[in-house]
Structure formats: structure tokens, C-alpha cells
């Protein structure tokens, strides 16, 4: 941060937030704040099984316990005729409709199949009599073979999930040109091989997830309020999909949302429940977990992947890649759990000229919890292969880690750049993007940082990773409505829960309306206001939302003017729109936007051909999308006695197309980076064999702390994108994918070798010491 | 049982379970939700609130506990306008989704009282008791050193 941040300012500018003030005292309105008059609480007992046949469920001694309203089971959800959670993420494009479909009732009466599946909910007057009841409900469980892991999962005669889905695979599918691959290899100097994986990973977002729901029974309306990123997709996916019922018979509306990171993009199970047993037991219920309890049911993500090949020409040059990515899907399908393989695959492609690529993307079924966007889904795990696959090309061919991304990146002079794969880039100086971060991150100078580290006795490498992502998924839809009084309200379809939207909207009206920060107010979250939105997810909101916010502004512009025409009885084409005041051209006369708003409510010199009212929508559709990228750089320290690794620097520039706060993007770009630290180095979601999962806690699930973050400098090195009118490319996600690469990278040049077997993420100090005492014992044997 | 104890600046009485913990007494029994509760191992500080004066994990202690002894939360920390502290994260970007946020501010604040002129590298250190999943830190950071000096009335 440089200059220091106004408190009200104009596109473009570093602005602080207008959401804060709530926030910092205390009046933040979180799912678990909400309390309805004659509220239930809602306790769910869990499966501790990884895959059993249920046998049967007693409740009559739970039904007899202090304060005990209901007990509902499996076999009474099944009774009620309401439908399963879909999965509508499987793009028909790649698919061909060609993958396996699963089960997802909210509550099962036959089979668990993942640790923490629900089988009974207990409903009572206190969350605490609630959770003392789910102990007296009697669970018969016959066990059934497990597959707690993707590897077990395709191993030959591995036990089979689904009677359709042979060899556990939901689906198989191809991208890209395989004999023109094939005739790529057919030249090549040089075939790198290498395989990577990334660990499964809780989104772990501090407040967990929770829903109230109520049941209308004089409207037959279905309410929930829920602590989701997205609720227009839940309302539409639970009046489609689940109580077969028109939209407008379900209302879904959320708070303050403490996190998602793409944990709370669509339906989840509970979300169903707490509305089913409102409408059975005419009250409102609400469900909020422990912590434990929500690692156990939370979608996870990641858990990939990825083999392949990579064809070089004799200087270095890339001529094709060969790859097959792998997720573990999980258990079920839920709504989104198809996003990240596809969009795994597709970025294969990579910032690289890629002359021919040949990508087999496959989704497995296995005994865990089912797995969902994880912020950069998919980006990540295409990268992490790409820059890792660069480093051992680098390695073998005798080339630094900077000259093979050199003769490789794709020169601005060739965009657009149509890709082996799907996409066409619109835009970008990637090598631009690339000199900038060796000059920000002091690259060269780095010899002198090693010499320092090593008279501390530490050994210091440094890593680089370029990435390429796609920004503006979906289309979206925002309103400018003025009251009466000649206030404006934004109607949001995305939804903020932490980006601070509300600001960045806020500094939109006010630089392109000229209305001040206390005639603005923004509005998302509530499908009865708002009638349809996106939500927020994958860096979409400002690129999409912005864009269809600046279309809506420049419609009140058209629609104002002719009514300012009249005012000030002039020819709309005299009259000029600046700063918030219309003016006739020559004269003296105007009228701010305020008065013309508050002016075409009026009956009297208002002519009705005008309208009623002032408001306007504008809508935005990403044809084609964008790509932001950018360029990151770690260095790390490594303690040799102990195996600790410390990120001690890292820098990175990126190319967002347009920042609109400055302050904002960097908080986005430093807190998606301490994410990537975390896979990096700390975080993995373990099953052991049985299915059991163990780690359940923020004991045991480890996450980066104050004193893990170095200090982060970053740049900008922006292109705008053409393909929306306010040039901004996505920029929220940009740590989560460029830094594991360049952490782990590092991680290898400062031990000086490369460990065999391969460091895998998150690489812990254990790993990191194993391998140096390995490599020790190698260099003594071969004396 | 029927506990009594100042929060806020007043005394309260209430009936509970002795079980009760600190942060359910005050989010249930007296609807002061800006203490919040991210985990149940003591390791987040979501509900880090002050007790007798020092930073405490309300989710680890009774409520029976406090029995007697003045309790200060988030929405008791300033009256009208903003305390240093709070000032301080809205100016360095310290929060973005604001869960984390009123433990940590108080956790801050304790920290501050202890020592006004910490390094870098000090904040970050004694940050260890309190998780932010969203912002990486540096906003947290600045926002305490800063607040800090603020409250000792250096800037």
C-alpha cells in the first residue's frame, strides 16, 4: 500500500469501505444471529462410517428427552416425495451427456456413503437439547467396502460405488487434437514426463456455513435464509430440482457472510432440511454447526491429479502436451462439483505457445465428502502441472527457470491467441507481465539474499510461476433504481460476503452518476428485491456485475437527459450530463440528477410519455470471457536441521485489466496468496484407509497464521480487455493459483536437489527433512 | 444457577445451565451477537472477548467463571463514534468478510495495551491465537501497529 486510502472516491481509486463500520463494532448480521419467534433448533446425527447399508434407525428414545419436538429419519425425507440436490455443472460441450448420475437425497434412508453423512435430525427447543438427543438416537450401520481415496478408487478391482460407473469413474472425457499431438511428440528433442497432485482441501471460511428456513403456510412459501455466495442458484435448484414449485414460491435471502471461497456456491443438504422440517413442524429451524461437525459435511475441494508429457524442440521450445487431470469427485455429485475438472483441463492450455495438446479429463467416485469450487477451481491444478512440468523441463535441458518461460510465453503481439484447446486469449503482455516481476522481485540480486541465509545457516531458493486464468463466468444483471426522494439504489445480482462489492459499486455511481456516497446505497442477497442474479464466485463480480452496472448507468444518463430535456424545456441534444448535473449547452440552466429523478415521480409537468420514475437495468453477457494473469515469485528459507520451510519474501504482478480499487484488489491478491501458502505448505484433508476422517478441527487441520505471511509486494502490468466495457478482468483468485508453484519451486532450489520420491503438497517440514537426510545418506553411500 | 456480572459498562443477572459457556451467555442470553464463535478447539479467537481487563476466548471459558467480574465486548469497546483500534482496520483494510474481525480487533486492542510499540515481525508473532482466512494478514498487521500507536496517543 502506498498512498494512503481515502474514505470516498472515484473509480479507480484506493477507497476504504463503506461495509466496515458494521463490521468493526459488532453489528455484523451472521447466519447464526438470525432468531425467529418460536424458533426450533435443528441437530443432525452423522454417519462415523465411510459406507454402510443403514439397517435401522431408533429414535423413540430421542423423541423422549427434554425439550424434543421431532426426530425425522431417511425413510420419512424419502416419504415426502422432495427431490434430490442436482448436479448441473458437467458442460454437455465436453460431456456429450456422457457421465454417470448419483442419488443425493438430503437425507438418506438407505446408504452412507461418506463419513458425516446425515441419517437422523433431531429437533428441539435449544440447540443444547438438540445435540443431546442426536446421543440417543440408535444407528444400525452394516458396513460395506470402502474407497477412501482417488488412488484406491482406480485401482484394479477397486470396490464399486455405483452399478453404472465401472472402475468408479463418473466420467472420461477428451479435449484437444490427439494426432496432431501425436505428430508433435513425433518430432521432439525432448519428452519431459511428470506427475503431480494436490491435496484435498477444506475452504474452511471462518464463519461455517448455517441456514434458518420457514415455512409460509398462509403464502405456501417456502424462506431461507442461508449463508451461501450464490442465492438465486439455491432458490432456482430448490424450486426446480428439490419442491418442484415456481421461483416465486421460494424466497432465498442471506446476511452478512462470513467467507465461502467457493465452500457456499450452491445447495447444500441442510439448506433442504431445516425447510423440510419447518414445513412438518409449522416452526422456523435452524441449523448452525460445530466446527467439527462442518469439516465433516462441507464439500471440500481439489484433490487432483494430473500425468502427462511434454514435447520440446532441441532450444527449449514447447511442441505439445499429452495429459490426463483426475478429480475425486467424492461421493455424490453436488451442484458444482463439476467445475473444476473442466476447467482444469481447459487451462492445460497455459500462457505458453502450445502448438498441439491432447487432455483426457476424468471425474472418480470415492467414499469422502463430494468436492466443489475451491477459490481458482481448476486454474490451480492446471498450473501447478504447467509450472512444475517448465521446472523439470528447465532441469533436463539445462536451462534456467526464467529463459524457458522466455522462449515460451506467448508475445503480446500474438493476441488474440487462439489456444490447442478451448480458448482464445483476447489480450495480455505476458512477457511484459513476466520482466516486471523479476525486476519487482529482485531476481538477479538473489545470490547475495542466498549468502545472507547461509551465514545464518539457512538455505534460501527462490521460485517463479506464471499463470493464465478465465474471468467472467455466466452473465449478470443490476439495476439502478431512484426513489422518489432522488436517492439511488443498486439492485446487485452478484453477492458480496467479504469482497466489499457495496464500495466498489458505491465508487461506480458516484464517479459515472456523480451522486455522493450518501445518496448510494447497494442491495444484494434477497430474491424477493432482486429477480435474478449470478452471485459471487471465480473473480466474476466486478468484470460481469461492473459491466452491467455501466450499462445501467448509462441508460439513467439517456432516460434522465430526456427528462432534464423537459425541465429545462430545451432539445435533448442541447443538453450535457457531467459531474451529476445536466446543463443546457449556452445557458445557464441546470439540474443536478438528484432533481430530475425526484422530478419523474412528479404528476404535474411530468408528461406520462416520459414514464414514472427513474431506474434502469442493465445486463451483461461475457462473449467471449477474459484472462487475467500474472506472474508470481516466492522465496523461502529452509531450516536444515529442522525441515521448516518460511516463505521470507514474494512478489507478484498481475494483469487484472482495470483495477477499480486499488486497496481492494491488493487485499484479494495477499489473501488468495495466503491460501496458496496453505496448500503449499500446511493443508491436507486426510482420510486414512477406512474412510475415517481425520482431520476435523483447526487442531488438526492447520492453516496460515500472522507470523506464516511475509510481507507481499506487488505491481500492476494491466491490459484492458475489449471484451467489456470497463476493461476489468478478474482479479480475486490470483494467490490460490500462482503461489504453490513458486512456493514448492523455491522450496527444491534452496535445498539444491530434487528429492526423489517428489515433494508433495503441502510440503510439511517432515517432508522437507526426510528428504535432506535421504539426500545425505545417498551422497555418504556414493563416496 | 443465577449468575451476575457486569458486561459492558452493566450488571447483569441471569438464570443458566452450569455449563454455559462465557461466549453462549453472551450471544444467547443477552443478543449480543458481535462476539462470534469459529470453532470449538480455542484455536480461531473469533470470540475473543475481555475479562477483568485481559483478552480471553470466551468460548473456553464458563460463564460461571466470570461470575462477578466485568466482561467488555466488541459492541462495548466505543461508545458513539470508533476506538482507535476499530478506526485502524477500516484504514488498513483489516477485515473483508468480518467474521474474524471483532475478536481480532479485540485481541488487538489487549495486545496494544501490553505493548504500544511493537515490530513487524512482534505483531505477527502475537497475532498466533487469532485466524483470518480471508484478508492474509498485512491489513491485520498494519492495522495493529498503527492502532496501537494510536491509542497511545503518538499519532
Given at each position: ?22 463490521l ?16 426450533l ?10 459406507h454402510?447399508?443403514i ?17 425425522l ?9 422432495w ?11 465436453i460431456?456429450?451427456?456422457?457421465w454417470?448420475r ?24 435449544t440447540?443444547?437439547q438438540?445435540q ?27 470396490p464399486q ?5 465401472p ?5 472420461s ?9 501425436e ?55 430448490l ?17 452478512d ?8 456456491g ?23 454447526p460445530?466446527?467439527?461437525?462442518a469439516f ?39 451442484p458444482a ?32 465428502r ?10 490451480p491444478e492446471a ?11 528447465a532441469r ?12 515460451n ?19 495480455g ?22 549468502a ?35 436517492h439511488?439504489t ?21 464517479d459515472w ?10 442491495v ?17 463480480s ?5 459491466s ?20 429545462l ?9 457531467a ?31 416520459l414514464?414514472?420514475?427513474l ?10 470471457q ?9 522465496e ?7 525441515g ?28 488468495s ?9 500446511m ?59 513458486a ?5 527444491e ?8 520420491p517428489?515433494?508433495?503438497m ?7 527433512l ?12 556414493t563416496? | 444457577?443465577?449468575?451476575?456480572l ?10 443458566v445451565?452450569?455449563?454455559t ?8 442470553g ?9 470453532c ?16 480471553v476466548k470466551s468460548?473456553?471459558?464458563?460463564a ?28 488498513h ?14 485481541a ?14 512482534q505483531?505477527?508473532e502475537?497475532?498466533?491465537g ?18 496501537a500507536k ?6
Amino acid at each position: 500500500m502506498t498512498a494512503a486510502p481515502k474514505h470516498q472516491g472515484r473509480f479507480g481509486e484506493s477507497v476504504t469501505r463503506v461495509e466496515d463500520r458494521r463490521l468493526v463494532t459488532g453489528q455484523g448480521r451472521f447466519i447464526d444471529d438470525l432468531v425467529l419467534a418460536g424458533m426450533l433448533h435443528m441437530a443432525i446425527v452423522r454417519s462415523d462410517r465411510a459406507h454402510a447399508r443403514i439397517v435401522s434407525v431408533d429414535v423413540r428414545a430421542a423423541l423422549e428427552a427434554d425439550g424434543v419436538v421431532a426426530v425425522l429419519t431417511g425413510v420419512d425425507f424419502a416419504a415426502s416425495g422432495w427431490g434430490d440436490i442436482p448436479c448441473e455443472s458437467m458442460p454437455p460441450a465436453i460431456t456429450k451427456g456422457k457421465w454417470v448420475r448419483t442419488p443425493f437425497p438430503s437425507l438418506p434412508a438407505d446408504r452412507v456413503m461418506a463419513m458425516g453423512d446425515p441419517v437422523a435430525v433431531v429437533l428441539a427447543e435449544t440447540r443444547k437439547q438438540a445435540q443431546d438427543a442426536c446421543e440417543l438416537v440408535e444407528i444400525e450401520l452394516e458396513d460395506l467396502a470402502v474407497v477412501a481415496s482417488m488412488e484406491a478408487a482406480i485401482a484394479d478391482n477397486a470396490p464399486q460405488l455405483y452399478p453404472d460407473a465401472p472402475g468408479n469413474l463418473c466420467f472420461s472425457a477428451e479435449l484437444g487434437d490427439a494426432l496432431k499431438t501425436e505428430a508433435a511428440f513425433a518430432q521432439a528433442a525432448h519428452v519431459i514426463t511428470l506427475q503431480t497432485r494436490q491435496p484435498r482441501l477444506a475452504h474452511a471460511s471462518m464463519e461455517m456455513r448455517g441456514s434458518v428456513g420457514v415455512f409460509d403456510r398462509r403464502l405456501g412459501r417456502y424462506e431461507l435464509t442461508t449463508s451461501t455466495q450464490n442465492p438465486h442458484s439455491v432458490r432456482r435448484l430448490l424450486a426446480e430440482a428439490v419442491l418442484k414449485v415456481p421461483a416465486h414460491r421460494v424466497r432465498v435471502s442471506a446476511g452478512d457472510v462470513g467467507g465461502a471461497f467457493g465452500l457456499k456456491g450452491r445447495l447444500y443438504p441442510e439448506d433442504v432440511l431445516v425447510l423440510w422440517a419447518a414445513e412438518r413442524t409449522g416452526r422456523p429451524v435452524k441449523w448452525v454447526p460445530s466446527r467439527s461437525e462442518a469439516f465433516l459435511s462441507d464439500f471440500q475441494g481439489r484433490d487432483h491429479m494430473a500425468s502427462g508429457e511434454m514435447a520440446f524442440d532441441a532450444e527449449g521450445h514447447i511442441l505439445g502436451l499429452r495429459a490426463t487431470t483426475r478429480h475425486n469427485l467424492g461421493c455424490r455429485l453436488g451442484p458444482a462439483t463439476g467445475v473444476s475438472p473442466f476447467l482444469s483441463a481447459r487451462m492445460l492450455a497455459g500462457p505458453y505457445v502450445l502448438p498441439a495438446a491432447h487432455v483426457r479429463v476424468q471425474g472418480v467416485f470415492s467414499n469422502t465428502r463430494s468436492t466443489t469450487s475451491y477459490r481458482g477451481a481448476g486454474r490451480p491444478e492446471a498450473t501447478y502441472f504447467l509450472e512444475r512440468m517448465l521446472d523439470k523441463a528447465a532441469r533436463q535441458l539445462g536451462l534456467t527457470p526464467v529463459e524457458i518461460r522466455r522462449r515460451n510465453l506467448i508475445p503480446a503481439a500474438a493476441m488474440p491467441f487462439k489456444t490447442a484447446l478451448l480458448d482464445t486469449y483476447d489480450c495480455g503482455d505476458f512477457p511484459g507481465v513476466f520482466e516486471k516481476a523479476l525486476t519487482l522481485a529482485d531476481w538477479d540480486g538473489f545470490a547475495a539474499r542466498k549468502a545472507v541465509s547461509a551465514i545464518n545457516g539457512l538455505l534460501r531458493g527462490q521460485g517463479i510461476s506464471y499463470f493464465v486464468e478465465v474471468s467472467a463466468l455466466s452473465n449478470e444483471r443490476m439495476s439502478v433504481q431512484f426513489d422518489p426522494t432522488g436517492h439511488a439504489t443498486v439492485l446487485a445480482g452478484t453477492f458480496a460476503h467479504g469482497q466489499g462489492h457495496h464500495t466498489l459499486y458505491t465508487q461506480m455511481l458516484h464517479d459515472w452518476l456523480g451522486l455522493r456516497y450518501e445518496d448510494i446505497s447497494v442491495v444484494d442477497g434477497d430474491t424477493d428485491i432482486i429477480p435474478y442474479g449470478g452471485g459471487t464466485y471465480a473473480s466474476r463480480s466486478v468484470t460481469v456485475g461492473g459491466s452491467a452496472l455501466r450499462r445501467a448507468c448509462d441508460q439513467i444518463i439517456v432516460k434522465a437527459t430526456a427528462i432534464a430535456a423537459n425541465l429545462l424545456e430545451a432539445d435533448p441534444a442541447q443538453i450535457s450530463f457531467a459531474e451529476g448535473i445536466f446543463t443546457v449547452q449556452g445557458s445557464n440552466k441546470a439540474l443536478s440528477l438528484s432533481e430530475v429523478a425526484r422530478a419523474a415521480y412528479r404528476v404535474l409537468g411530468h408528461p406520462g410519455a416520459l414514464g414514472v420514475g427513474l431506474e434502469a437495468v442493465g445486463t451483461y453477457t461475457a462473449q467471449p470471457q477474459n484472462y487475467p494473469n500474472g506472474c508470481h515469485i516466492a522465496e523461502v528459507e529452509i531450516d536444515p536441521d529442522f525441515g521448516t520451510v518460511r516463505l521470507v519474501a514474494y512478489a507478484a504482478v498481475d494483469d487484472v485489466g482495470v483495477a477499480v480499487n486499488p486497496l481492494l484488489l491488493e487485499g484479494q491478491l495477499i489473501g488468495s496468496t495466503a491460501m496458496g501458502v496453505g496448500q503449499a505448505l500446511m493443508e491436507r484433508v486426510v482420510y486414512d484407509e477406512a474412510g475415517q476422517q481425520l482431520t476435523a478441527a483447526f487442531t488438526e487441520y492447520a492453516m496460515p497464521r500472522a507470523e506464516d505471511m511475509p510481507l507481499i509486494i506487488s505491481a500492476l502490468h494491466n491490459t484492458p480487455t475489449k471484451t467489456n466495457p470497463i476493461g476489468v478482468k478478474g482479479g480475486a483468485e490470483v494467490g490460490t493459483i500462482a503461489a504453490p508453484p513458486a512456493i514448492v519451486q523455491a522450496i527444491e532450489d534452496a535445498l539444491g536437489f530434487v528429492p526423489e520420491p517428489a515433494l508433495t503438497m503441502p510440503v510439511t517440514a517432515a517432508q522437507v527433512l526426510r528428504a535432506i537426510h535421504r539426500e545425505k545418506r545417498t551422497e555418504e553411500e556414493t563416496k | 444457577m443465577l449468575l451476575t456480572l457486569t458486561v459492558n459498562g452493566r450488571e447483569v443477572s441471569r438464570n443458566v445451565e452450569p455449563r454455559t459457556l462465557l461466549v453462549e451467555f453472551l450471544r444467547d442470553g443477552l443478543g449480543l451477537t458481535g462476539t462470534h464463535i469459529g470453532c470449538d478447539t480455542t484455536q480461531c479467537g473469533a470470540c475473543t472477548v475481555h475479562l477483568a481487563g485481559r483478552a480471553v476466548k470466551s468460548c473456553t471459558v464458563l460463564a460461571a467463571q466470570a461470575g462477578g467480574a466485568e466482561v467488555t465486548t466488541i459492541e462495548g469497546l466505543s461508545g458513539d463514534g470508533l476506538h482507535p483500534m476499530q478506526q485502524a482496520f477500516i484504514d488498513h483494510h483489516g477485515l473483508q468478510c468480518g467474521f474474524c474481525t471483532p475478536g481480532m480487533i479485540m485481541a488487538c486492542v489487549a495486545l496494544a495495551h501490553e505493548d504500544p510499540d511493537m515490530t513487524e515481525a512482534q505483531a505477527r508473532e502475537r497475532l498466533v491465537g487469532n485466524i483470518c482466512r480471508c484478508t492474509g494478514y498485512n491489513g491485520i498487521v498494519a492495522a495493529l501497529m498503527d492502532g496501537a500507536k494510536r491509542m497511545a496517543g503518538d499519532v
